[in-house]
């Protein structure tokens, strides 16, 4: 649940969010973008996972709850920057399911979403859940994105909200943190 959350906030106003709406509109098919989207999630996402539960058995539980603040602070920082436009893949010419398995694919490995799923994931008795959990949050943002189409994705007030989930985050980032110090 807690990959699920983060990973739909995260995706709000982000790049693989705007790379779908764009490959929505481009290929005129929603349905198959939101297809691609979630097979690179997922993917992405499981890569994540079995880093977090390699990483797991060397880390104490309080190294890794302070491992899960400093990724919910990075995303969180990082969601006070401006988001820049994604390459809009125009050159490529591998097909619509192709291009947007492999564009999404790129943009949601690189994304700190994948930080916060390797954090969780250490944490987890069941690791793979935290790459579904992230998998399924991340498509509720991105699906949106893809039903809307570039014109109302980019209408949506996101870098408001974007703000909103900065703070939320950094909250939540110092909290982790406070309690894996043993501060509060």
């Known amino acids: ?103 999404l694919f790129i943009l949601a490995f690189g994304d700190g979403v994948q930080f916060v799923v390797l954090a969780l994931a250490a944490r987890a008795e069941l690791p793979w859940l935290a790459a579904i959990g992230a998998t399924l949050g991340s498509l509720a943002a991105i699906a949106t994105a893809a039903i809307l189409g570039e014109a109302g994705w980019t209408a949506l007030p996101l870098v408001a909200l974007r703000r909103g989930i900065a703070i939320l985050f950094a909250a939540a980032a110092l909290w982790l943190g406070l309690g894996a110090l043993r501060l509060i």
Do not use: N
């Open 1 to 103: 649940m807690a990959a699920l959350v983060a990973a739909a906030l995260a995706q709000m106003g982000d790049r693989p969010a705007w790379l779908a709406a764009i490959l929505s509109d481009r290929y005129r098919a929603p349905g198959l973008v939101i297809a691609m989207a979630a097979l690179a999630l997922l993917g992405a996402g499981l890569l994540a996972a079995a880093a977090g539960a390699l990483l797991a058995p060397r880390l104490t539980p309080e190294a890794k709850q302070l491992f899960l603040a400093l990724a919910l602070l990075f995303q969180g920082g990082g969601a006070l920057f401006p988001v820049k436009a994604p390459d809009r893949l125009s050159r490529w010419r591998i097909g619509a399911a192709a291009t947007s398995f492999v564009g």
